[in-house]
């Protein structure tokens, strides 16, 4: 089994490397509008940013959110390149491709010269480089661990799964991870909670999402309760409260975080989400399987996405953005990376459940997420508050795609948590 899964990750390290080569140079040199002119590329260069981490127009540190973004934009460069690499090479320099990162980082930042609506950045190359050697180094520390690991997902997914879900959940309630002790923020934060508690002027958005993850973890927690898999020596009423407790310690733990708020309204859904899914798999555990989990999830992304539901006419729709990754290349924000990644993990949670639903293939669980995400998009051009465009559409894929690529091995009738014998 160990070598059948070793075989499948080769493939999948190459695809994602190839992947992340491409997102690269689409992220970097995005709209492909080029003007070589000596007269341009000489303006060009006089505005260029050559002190690194430093802002001279602005006389401040360089923009946060874009340096983070370069860096993220390398991490997959040189993680996936390690692990393809590594594949025939025992030894390998960190450094390799640290200057991997660097040297295309400067190449695309020399062709941005060219290109009328960017800028050339000695910054944004040096975290090329900088992102490509910290994905080679976690590559690295991971190396031994991550065979392993995909190994014990495959043969005990239930404590597995019950952990994913407890990242996907921390990340979407607490990114994209500013953290804030500013005190006039967080008062700010508490004194929301007091006057709009139901938060009666905010569309539900992402609540349903949040709420059907939460019925996913309280049916895991009660699977892994009623099957006998808790850890040692842990109390069951004590790992009923945790499962219950968590929504509360998420959703206070937003004081800390700049860009969201606690909302009593939303711990109220999770709470609830998280009970219901609880009681069903300890009184009704045949409608805790993955089929049930896929259509609450579907169904949170559809009402979502078309929330606040004030639709128009066909003469008031919205236009529908065509051009890929629009959206950030216009405004690159920590929310705006955070949305794109909820949207990845989310799409990818959908994946799993749908693969562990039907046993399908791994493109098929990606053509059925783009259906839904193209649906979704197609609904919010009558929504007059929604922006729709293919963006969404291609992280889901990216999701679903990423999500699909590990299959979740099925439970045996001894370790069966969904009808225990």
């Not at 569309?203 to 040692?232: H, N, S, V």
């Not at 790992?239 to 700049?258: D, K, N, R, S, Y």
């Not at 969201?260 to 798999?281: K, N, Q």
């Not at 007059?384 to 293919?390: F, K, M, V």
Request: net charge neutral.
């Amino acid at each position: 089994m160990v070598r059948d899964i070793s075989e499948q990750l080769d493939g999948w390290y190459r695809a994602a490397f190839y992947v992340a080569v491409a997102l690269f140079v689409y992220g970097t040199l995005f709209p492909f509008r080029f003007d070589f002119s000596p007269a341009f590329l000489a303006g060009s260069w006089s505005g260029a940013k050559l002190l690194p981490y430093w802002d001279t127009a602005r006389g401040r540190i360089s923009s946060i959110p874009d340096m983070v973004s370069n860096l993220l934009l390398g991490m997959p460069l040189g993680c996936f390149g390690f692990w393809l690499r590594d594949r025939s090479s025992s030894r390998q320099s960190l450094w390799r491709w640290g200057l991997l990162g660097l040297t295309l980082g400067l190449s695309v930042e020399a062709l941005q010269l060219a290109i009328p609506s960017r800028t050339c950045s000695l910054t944004d190359a040096i975290n090329d480089g900088l992102g490509a050697f910290i994905g080679a180094l976690a590559a690295k520390g991971l190396k031994e661990r991550f065979l392993p690991l995909v190994t014990v997902i495959r043969q005990d997914p239930a404590r597995i799964q019950l952990f994913l879900i407890l990242c996907i959940l921390i990340f979407g309630m607490l990114g994209p991870l500013d953290v804030t002790l500013d005190v006039s923020q967080m008062k700010s934060a508490l004194r929301a909670i007091w006057v709009d508690p139901w938060e009666s002027r905010v569309a539900m958005g992402d609540t349903w999402i949040f709420a059907a993850e939460f019925a996913i973890w309280g049916a895991l927690g009660g699977r892994l309760l009623r099957a006998g898999k808790l850890p040692a020596r842990l109390p069951p009423a004590l790992w009923i409260a945790g499962i219950l407790a968590l929504p509360f310690f998420l959703e206070m733990g937003q004081v800390f975080v700049a860009s969201h708020a606690p909302s009593l309204r939303e711990l109220t859904t999770e709470t609830l989400g998280a009970a219901a899914g609880l009681g069903t798999a300890l009184a009704r555990p045949p409608l805790t399987g993955p089929r049930v989990g896929l259509i609450l999830l579907a169904t949170a992304l559809a009402a979502s996405g078309f929330s606040p539901y004030h639709f128009v006419g066909w003469d008031q729709k919205a236009p529908f953005q065509w051009i890929p990754l629009y959206e950030y290349y216009v405004r690159t924000t920590a929310s705006s990376l955070y949305d794109a990644v909820f949207g990845i993990v989310s799409f990818g949670l959908l994946a799993v459940l749908l693969r562990a639903s039907c046993s399908c293939s791994r493109w098929f669980a990606v053509g059925a997420a783009i259906a839904l995400a193209s649906a979704i998009e197609l609904g919010q051009m009558f929504l007059p508050t929604r922006y729709p465009g293919i963006t969404d559409i291609l992280m889901a894929a990216l999701g679903a795609w990423t999500g699909a690529t590990f299959q979740f091995g099925a439970p045996t009738a001894a370790e069966d948590v969904v009808h225990p014998h």
